[in-house]
């Protein structure tokens, strides 16, 4: 079956530290790849896409994510964190010619200290 | 611009009764739209998703129903509420087409008592 897992389900990282969340999705064939963020009180947002092209990815705020093919991942990563960071993190894929449904993964909660 | 919303954004609802939970996008047309289910844990899970008017298609058997009465309109019902139906749903859009961005609006709480 088709699936997203996320490794970590809560993070606890000090300001300025760095971030990466794991993300591996059960698939074969080609999907397009998604990190979506939920601030405290707000929406769902769109953070960074893949569909082709350069693996690497950036995405808002600093963010990005690398896909690896060979490993089914598609993890995302910054530099340096800020207290605004605090959100909850979704990672999720859709099937090429799918409709656009997107399958998502339980999601990591983020929490960063000033 | 385009956007989205959906209400009410809170309920309490008895168990057995009905549930209407509407959706409405402004700003684009022939969307595909979608209604998904956020549980604790969990990740968020389709429920329904509809390519237009009158078409809709359901992820997981359940007892809730959705209908697509106008072009951008979208909406999540029951007729009769379980506890278990209790939740956060999420309706969502996106433009037709492989690979586009998917846009949720700010959801609705749901609690089955």
């Known amino acids: 079956a088709q699936s997203v897992s996320q490794h970590n389900h809560h993070v606890i990282l000090s300001e300025a530290a760095s971030l990466e969340l794991g993300c591996n999705y059960s698939?074969?064939?080609?999907?397009?790849l998604f990190w979506y963020v939920q601030y405290p009180g707000q929406h769902l947002q769109l953070l960074l896409k893949y569909f082709s092209g350069d693996p690497l990815v950036k995405g808002i705020k600093g963010f990005e994510a690398e896909f690896i093919k060979s490993k089914f991942s598609f993890n995302l990563r910054k530099p340096s964190v800020q207290w605004s960071d605090t959100a909850e993190y979704f990672c999720?894929?859709?099937?090429?010619?799918?409709?656009?449904?997107?399958?998502f993964g339980a999601g990591t909660r983020l929490a960063v200290h000033p | 611009s385009q956007t989205i919303h959906q209400w009410p954004a809170t309920l309490v609802q008895p168990v057995g009764s009905p549930l209407s939970l509407e959706c409405t996008v402004e700003g684009t047309s022939n969307p595909n739209l979608y209604w998904y289910r956020q549980a604790a844990g969990r990740g968020l899970q389709l429920l329904f998703y509809?390519?237009?008017?009158?078409?809709i298609s359901s992820e997981v058997p359940q007892n809730l129903s959705a209908s697509r009465p106008q072009d951008r309109q979208f909406i999540l019902s029951s007729k009769k509420l379980l506890l278990s139906d209790s939740g956060f749903y999420l309706c969502?859009?996106?433009?037709?087409?492989?690979?586009?961005?998917?846009?949720f609006g700010e959801g609705s709480w749901l609690t089955v008592v």
């Open positions: 698939y074969g064939g080609t999907v397009n």
């Open positions: 999720a894929f859709s099937l090429s010619g799918g409709y656009n449904k997107l399958i």
């Open positions: 509809s390519v237009g008017i009158g078409q």
């Open positions: 969502a859009w996106s433009g037709q087409g492989d690979g586009n961005t998917i846009y």
